[in-house]
């Protein structure tokens, strides 16, 4: 039955194919902002970084990496490519002295808000009739799988 919960072996390939999506639909999509970010020049790195500020206000750039899942490194490359544009900035952190906050400034805000505003108009030409209950669907499979890529041990 398509509503039962599936067993451990028809999960596992049901979610492969999740996944033999999700790569590809990634790719694409960094492919598509880096196209659709000639105004602000802003790579994906930079961009991410910036979105990730206007979602949760100021941040340390361990706490971006832990996010993002990338290294504390790559991330620190980013904060300084969006900081030498003046995207962003650096504040003291009351929390930790040698970990400053980062945070946007007015032109990484508008520079963010004018990509964010392009993106949705380009995703509402998706169609397809999707409903809300498929878009819901979705995004508690991809949600569960990140939970579990997050918890699980490989060891």
Do not use: W
Request: net charge neutral; proline share 5%; with cysteine.
């Amino acid at each position: 039955m398509a509503d039962s919960p599936l067993g451990p072996d028809d999960l596992a390939d049901r979610l492969a194919e999740v996944f033999d999506l999700v790569g590809p639909l990634y790719r694409r999509a960094q492919r598509k902002v880096e196209q659709y970010t000639p105004a602000e020049g802003l790579s994906v790195g930079v961009r991410a970084v910036l979105d990730l500020l206007r979602q949760n206000g100021p941040m340390t750039v361990p706490q971006m990496g832990r996010a993002q899942a990338l290294s504390r490194q790559f991330v620190q490359r980013m904060v300084n490519e969006a900081a030498e544009r003046g995207l962003v900035e650096t504040a003291p952190n009351p929390a930790h002295r040698r970990s400053s906050l980062v945070r946007l400034t007015g032109e990484g805000a508008a520079a963010i808000t004018a990509l964010k505003a392009r993106e949705r108009a380009m995703l509402g030409r998706v169609g397809g009739d999707l409903t809300d209950a498929e878009i819901s669907a979705c995004l508690r499979v991809l949600t569960r799988m990140l939970e579990f890529l997050d918890d699980v041990d490989v060891s």
